[in-house]
């Protein structure tokens, strides 16, 4: 998961690391991705994308498991055809033209042995991102759902270090008129961004 943090005010934007890149073990052929992609304009409501069972791939604890799948709000059907395209472009998209461009402070926190989203995009982001308050913890033998599918033990570890991080940025001696000055040109950056969108509509 990577946690984009404004100090400023204290909001955390999250985006699961899936949304950048899907693992190869999860990932439909590139032939069936092809033939999918054609019909989209043809049957986009229907629910025929192949997809493996993530439930068991993202949570270590069989517990955890069966609380998702006994859940009724808990969607575990295929993908609609128009959704999974459509998923598969922003995803294309934040990896060429979005990653470079992060500047917020990060942390990225990301199971070593996680087969739903392929650890090497938390790296991407890390390398790519222009950020000069980056962090990336990678946790060897952990999963997909590190916050709530691993053992309390390890669910513990993850969110120390997480409370760790923001302990230290969100502390008066941590300020500083570069911060500040970061922060600023950030948030200068996102009112354009939004001033730009709502134009558009």
């Known amino acids: 998961?990577?946690?984009?943090?404004?100090?400023?005010?204290?909001?955390?934007?999250?985006?699961?690391a899936g949304v950048f890149q899907i693992a190869d073990e999860m990932r439909p052929h590139p032939v069936v991705v092809s033939v999918l992609k054609l019909m989209t304009n043809i049957i986009p409501t229907w629910k025929i994308v192949p997809t493996t069972d993530v439930i068991d791939a993202a949570y270590r604890m069989q517990e955890k498991r069966d609380e998702i799948r006994n859940n009724p709000h808990?969607?575990?059907?295929k993908p609609r055809l128009k959704t999974a395209y459509e998923l598969l472009k922003v995803s294309l998209n934040l990896e060429n033209n979005v990653l470079s461009k992060v500047s917020l402070p990060f942390l990225i926190v990301h199971g070593g042995d996680d087969k739903v989203t392929d650890p090497s995009v938390s790296d991407l982001l890390y390398r790519s991102a222009v950020s000069q308050d980056k962090k990336l913890n990678l946790y060897p033998g952990m999963w997909h759902a590190l916050t709530s599918g691993e053992s309390?033990?390890?669910?513990?570890?993850?969110?120390?270090?997480?409370?760790?991080?923001?302990?230290?940025?969100s502390s008066p001696k941590s300020s500083s008129s570069a911060a500040?000055?970061?922060?600023?040109?950030?948030?200068?950056?996102?009112?354009?961004?939004?001033?730009q969108n709502i134009d558009k509509q």
Request: hydrophobic letters at 40%.
């Open 180 to 195: 500040a000055l970061d922060l600023s040109s950030e948030m200068e950056q996102k009112a354009k961004h939004d001033e």
């Open 74 to 77: 808990c969607y575990q059907g």
């Open 1 to 16: 998961m990577f946690a984009f943090i404004n100090l400023d005010q204290f909001k955390v934007r999250k985006t699961k």
């Open 152 to 169: 309390p033990e390890n669910i513990h570890t993850v969110f120390q270090d997480i409370i760790a991080w923001l302990d230290q940025r």
